[in-house]
């Protein structure tokens, strides 16, 4: 298998981060927390979901923690939201690897539709909303995996452990592609982000390896037939998969505004 250069990177970069999570496990301190709401080096980091629920909650409005919210609202804005999912996520990293093994056993074929993600990110703020509990971290992958690095725990990923198992299945990366409210609120959010996804028609030899990669072709698949000039879907989660593997480079990273 040819491992190209956005596929060496992004793997680095998913690497680092569960590093990261895991480094308290090591003695250090320079990070604490998960991926919702962390210190770094002194830094207050939040997740802007996490902060949405709890300001939706009725909890403690922490100014800190809205700066560093729209400091991370503002990071992904530009890259493409859904770039937390395709190079930050550790759960979209086990997803991907359970996916490959659903490939080979040629099952998990029934898909649901991406946008089922918006719905989630709706049902979770009115559960916030009508209760006050924050829904989403509590039963969130990404903080279960979180605590089962944190405190050295197998059973918080049980979880996780029944998700990878409808995948294989029932259906492919059910929970990334369209159950994740996370992913609701960055697939939003990466509509309107200046980079994206470039299209050139004239280098394209139809040959559709760019949509034997992309994990949601369905959202490639129809600029191509289109002959747009970029993906503008915000479903894209800038894995550059199509990039790194397109033999003319007809795929390539564009900007909105150039």
Same mark, same amino acid.
């Given at each position: 298998m040819n491992f190209n250069k956005w596929w060496i990177l992004r793997r680095t970069v998913q690497l680092l981060i569960l590093a990261l999570i895991a480094s308290?496990?090591?003695?250090?301190?320079?990070?604490?927390?998960?991926?919702?709401?962390?210190d770094l080096?002194?830094?207050?980091l939040a997740d802007p979901l996490a902060f949405l629920q709890a300001l939706i909650g009725g909890r403690v409005f922490v100014l800190s923690y809205l700066g560093s919210a729209?400091?991370?609202?503002a990071f992904y804005f530009f890259l493409g939201g859904r770039s937390f999912c395709g190079w930050v996520c550790p759960v979209g990293l086990i997803?991907?690897?359970?996916?490959?093994l659903r490939r080979r056993l040629g099952s998990g074929e029934a898909t649901i539709p991406l946008?089922?993600?918006?719905? @989630? %990110?709706?049902?979770?703020?009115?559960? !916030?909303? +009508?209760?006050?509990?924050?829904?989403?971290?509590?039963l969130s992958p990404i903080g279960i995996i979180g605590r089962a690095i944190a405190f050295a725990s197998l059973m918080p990923l049980l979880l996780l452990a029944a998700i990878l198992l409808v995948e294989i299945a029932v259906s492919r990366r059910i929970w990334c592609r369209s159950l994740?409210?996370?992913?609701?609120?960055y697939s939003a959010l990466a509509r309107f982000s200046p980079v994206r996804i470039g299209f050139i028609k004239a280098?394209?030899?139809?040959c559709?390896?760019?949509?034997?990669?992309?994990?949601?072709?369905?959202?490639?698949?129809? @600029? %191509?037939?289109?002959?747009?000039?970029? !993906?503008? +879907?915000?479903?894209?989660?800038?894995?550059?998969?199509?990039?790194?593997?397109?033999?003319?480079?007809?795929?390539?990273?564009?900007?909105l505004y150039k």
């Amino acid at each position: 298998m040819n491992f190209n250069k956005w596929w060496i990177l992004r793997r680095t970069v998913q690497l680092l981060i569960l590093a990261l999570i895991a480094s308290p496990l090591l003695g250090m301190t320079f990070f604490s927390g998960n991926l919702a709401a962390a210190d770094l080096l002194g830094l207050p980091l939040a997740d802007p979901l996490a902060f949405l629920q709890a300001l939706i909650g009725g909890r403690v409005f922490v100014l800190s923690y809205l700066g560093s919210a729209l400091l991370v609202v503002a990071f992904y804005f530009f890259l493409g939201g859904r770039s937390f999912c395709g190079w930050v996520c550790p759960v979209g990293l086990i997803t991907e690897l359970g996916d490959k093994l659903r490939r080979r056993l040629g099952s998990g074929e029934a898909t649901i539709p991406l946008a089922t993600s918006r719905w @989630s %990110l709706a049902l979770v703020l009115l559960t !916030v909303a +009508a209760t006050g509990l924050p829904l989403f971290e509590v039963l969130s992958p990404i903080g279960i995996i979180g605590r089962a690095i944190a405190f050295a725990s197998l059973m918080p990923l049980l979880l996780l452990a029944a998700i990878l198992l409808v995948e294989i299945a029932v259906s492919r990366r059910i929970w990334c592609r369209s159950l994740c409210p996370l992913g609701g609120f960055y697939s939003a959010l990466a509509r309107f982000s200046p980079v994206r996804i470039g299209f050139i028609k004239a280098r394209c030899t139809d040959c559709g390896d760019c949509l034997h990669v992309c994990p949601v072709e369905e959202v490639l698949a129809p @600029s %191509l037939e289109r002959g747009a000039r970029q !993906v503008t +879907a915000g479903d894209c989660n800038r894995c550059l998969a199509c990039v790194d593997i397109c033999p003319t480079r007809a795929l390539q990273i564009d900007l909105l505004y150039k």
